[in-house]
């Protein structure tokens, strides 16, 4: 089965700098997305940033970007210029390419904190 | 309405009760899904619907009945709930029959059973 991990429950940053999530995952597949997922204290969860296995490049969404390893099975999410609206709960997530629908699996989740 | 949105945002019941959470979508698509968000734990997928058909239920207790009338609304009617059933409860839409697609979330229901 697949699994999530993030091995860092909590995370601060300085306003204006930048600081990088972690995130593992574990499958045997070789198609698959990988995503990022912002949750604010407001509770809506909302899509930060996705990643398809079969692409080599990086996703990139403005300040946001990963670092994708697929042999190492790493999907890292970096933050520039943090602001503190970036604070939120950040979850990594798995899902494989055309499995059924709803096979979406997340991590615990990051909880990260912008510091003025 | 844009989005996802879902009602009530809070819901206090007790054990014998019954109620229902509603989820409604204004993104035309055409699958829907109920999650449950606890403290410390990964979301936990609770039921998939697809074009108005479940297709995915895991192994979520009799006392949570999903109905879906039509690709946009999706209600979680509950009854009997335990304690431990408090969390918030998180709908989410997607495009798509094939799990590439991201899915769009509510903002939750927060529940609390007594």
């Known amino acids: 089965a697949q699994t999530v991990t993030q091995s860092q429950p909590e995370m601060s940053v300085q306003e204006a700098e930048t600081v990088t999530l972690s995130c593992t995952y574990d499958t045997s597949e070789s198609d698959y997305y990988l995503f990022w997922y912002k949750q604010p204290p407001s509770r809506q969860m909302i899509l930060v940033i996705r990643q398809e296995a079969y692409k080599q490049q990086n996703a990139t969404e403005n300040r946001f970007s990963v670092n994708f390893q697929k042999a190492a099975k790493s999907f890292s999410l970096k933050i520039s210029d943090s602001q503190l609206g970036d604070a939120a709960m950040y979850f990594c997530?798995?899902?494989?390419?055309?499995?059924?629908?709803?096979?979406?699996?997340f991590g615990k989740g990051t909880k990260l904190s912008v510091k003025p | 309405e844009t989005g996802v949105t879902q009602t009530p945002r809070h819901l206090v019941m007790g054990m014998t009760n019954k109620k229902s959470l509603k989820c409604e979508q204004h993104?035309?698509?055409?699958?829907m899904y109920w999650y449950k968000q606890s403290a410390k734990k990964p979301l936990e997928l609770m039921f998939v619907?697809?074009?108005?058909?479940?297709?995915e239920n895991n192994s979520v207790p009799s006392r949570f009945s999903p109905e879906c009338p039509n690709s946009s609304h999706l209600f979680l009617h509950l009854h009997t709930l335990q304690p431990e059933d408090s969390a918030l409860y998180l709908c989410?839409?997607?495009?798509?029959?094939?799990?590439?697609?991201?899915?769009?979330f509510g903002p939750g229901t927060r529940l609390t059973v007594t």
């Open positions: 989410a839409s997607s495009q798509g029959r094939v799990g590439s697609y991201e899915q769009y």
């Open positions: 993104l035309g698509h055409n699958a």
């Open positions: 619907y697809s074009l108005e058909e479940r297709v």
């Open positions: 997530a798995y899902v494989n390419y055309g499995g059924s629908q709803g096979n979406l699996i």
